[in-house]
Every structure is written in C-alpha cells, then in structure tokens.
C-alpha cells in the first residue's frame, strides 16, 4: 500500500486566492511526522511545515497552514493568498518514528500552477 | 538555517565511465545522509541510507554495486556512479540529519543533476 497519497497531479489558483493541496498517509505507528516540501523548476526541495502525530494544534507557518486530520489520517496543506512564485511542484512526506527511524516516504507530488 | 551542498550542481558523462557526487552538511555534523533518486516528473525514491562510518543500506532493488556510498566524515558522504548507462541519467539528491537537530530535522541539498551518453 502506499504510504503517502496525494491525488491532485496539478492544481491552478488564482493569484491571492488561497489553495488546498491534499495528502493522505498510511501508517499504524503511533508516532510519525508528516512534512511538506516545495521543489521549484531549480529541484532544491524546500521544506514548508512539520506536523507531528501528537501535535495537538494545527501546524501553521506564515501563509502555509497544514490540516491536519488525525483519524482521517490526512494531512492538507492550505496556501493563503497565493503568489505566483509558489507555482512549483509540491510533495508530502512522512517519517515513522518507532520502526524504520530513517525512512522518509514521498508521495508523487502535485503541481502547482498560480495564475496572475 | 542548516547548508547542505552538493558538487557538482550538474554533470555529463560518457556512457561506461564512473561519476562522483559529493554530499557536504556545511555548518552541522550529519550523522545521517540519505540519497534519492528522482526521475522528470515523478517523486523522490529513496535509494539508500549512510550513517558516518559505516556501510550504507539500499533499498530494494539499489544495485550496491553500482551506486557506491561512502561516509566517512561528519560532514561528507559521496555517491559514485560506477560505469554510468543512459538510464541512470537522473536528478540525483541527497540529504542529511544533524547531529543535535531536532528529531524531524532533514536539511536537503540543490541537487546534482546527471546525463549519460
């Protein structure tokens, strides 16, 4: 099964409009970090926002927000008043804790395009 | 924030000769390096894991053979294409993992980028 899903291979947004980009994991470890990283046309993967299982509050940083639903095991990243420079590809990760410490899992990326 | 450097940024190479890539954490010590691979279009596959001074683990289906890792510093892991093919062209990206980061710190690299002739 796959361990990190993201359904949406592109989106577009309106400039200043604010986006949603999805992410569903699949896990049975109780601890796990969930991540968002942002990968221009340069490729440098830039990280976004963290989420940890037992983080109570929604991650948030600056105009990035993570949803984080816990039994629904999904983890949506909410960009707020768009820009163009956010237009890149966008991909959700996740890190078990208590089996595979160094594993990280990517889903396949969405792209995203800001229109002006 | 945490630099991690990758030499060189982009390569072209002869099919049949072997590629250095090299990995540097510029102002922390990595106890951790991972290697990916990623190919246009698609997502990050994680190729192996190297912890300084010991062997690397691959994944399943990483020629160990092929795609050497080495760790031998705090602050340097390479990756040596051996006798590179057309098919192994690929954006080649590495990261690591400090040394008294936080448990979810992974510092990434700008990428190498590989062609083969």
């Known amino acids: 099964a796959q361990k990190i899903t993201q359904t949406q291979p592109g989106m577009f947004v309106q400039e200043k409009e604010a986006v949603t980009l999805d992410c569903t994991y699949d896990?049975?470890?109780?601890?796990?970090?969930l991540f968002w990283y942002k990968q221009p046309s340069s490729g440098e993967m830039i990280f976004l926002i963290y989420q940890g299982s037992y983080d109570q509050q929604n991650a948030t940083e600056g105009r990035y927000s993570l949803n984080f639903q816990k039994a629904r095991k999904s983890a949506n990243l909410v960009i707020s008043a768009s820009q163009l420079g956010d237009s890149a590809m966008y991909f959700c990760a996740m890190r078990e804790y208590s089996g595979n410490f160094n594993k990280f899992y990517f889903g396949s990326g969405t792209k995203l395009n800001v229109k002006p | 924030g945490a630099v991690v450097s990758q030499h060189p940024s982009w390569v072209i190479c002869k099919s049949g000769t072997s590629v250095k890539i090299e990995c540097r954490s510029l102002d922390f010590q990595a106890t951790t390096m991972f290697w990916y691979r990623q190919f246009p279009k698609q997502s990050l596959m994680l190729m192996a894991t190297s912890n300084e001074g010991s062997k690397a683990t691959y994944e399943q289906g990483v020629e160990k053979d092929k795609f050497l890792i080495n760790h031998a510093s705090l602050t340097l892991s390479t990756l040596t294409v051996t006798s590179a093919h057309p098919e192994d062209s690929s954006f080649y990206i590495c990261?690591?993992?400090?040394?008294?980061?936080?448990?979810?710190?992974?510092?990434f690299g700008p990428g190498t980028r590989l062609t083969v002739t």
């Open positions: 990261s690591a993992q400090g040394l008294a980061g936080a448990s979810y710190e992974q510092y």
């Open positions: 896990t049975s470890d109780p601890s796990y970090g």
